[in-house]
């Protein structure tokens, strides 16, 4: 089965900086459009981000425009998601899936099931 884990989050303080990965667990992820989710305590998981598979297109929620930034190394087998200018609201547990792909532009829809363990970001003073 797909699987995906994802790394990076942490503690930072309001207008800071974290870089979150997603590396391909026994497989690549290559040939597949990849997409950022999140999940706040009692709140649904939402879209953030996500990229094509050749990383032409990329899409972006309109809470984090302007401050995240996705990325891809097919050679690496990686899918960061550099996230500045880091406010309270970001706080969450993110996650990175396969996503369904609209006329050659990525979605932040998916139909992925196997979610993984997700990494933590917290911003706090």
């Known amino acids: 089965q797909l699987q995906l884990v994802e790394s990076g989050g942490g503690l930072v303080q309001p207008g800071g900086s974290l870089r979150l990965s997603c590396a391909g667990s026994?497989?690549?992820?290559?040939?597949?459009?990849i997409g950022w989710f999140r999940q706040a305590p009692g709140k649904e998981r939402e879209g953030v981000s996500c990229?094509?598979?050749?990383?032409?297109?990329?899409n972006y929620a309109d809470s984090v425009k302007g401050r995240f930034t996705i990325s891809r190394d097919n050679g690496k087998n990686t899918v960061a998601l550099q996230m500045n200018s880091l406010k309270p609201e970001d706080t969450a547990v993110y996650y990175c899936?396969?996503?369904?792909?609209?006329?050659?532009?990525?979605?932040?829809?998916?139909?992925?099931?196997?979610w993984g363990q997700g990494t933590q970001v917290t911003v706090s003073s």
């Open positions: 026994r497989f690549t992820l290559n040939g597949y459009a």
């Open positions: 899936a396969p996503v369904l792909v609209v006329q050659a532009m990525c979605t932040m829809r998916t139909t992925y099931r196997y």
């Open positions: 990229i094509s598979s050749s990383g032409a297109s990329t």
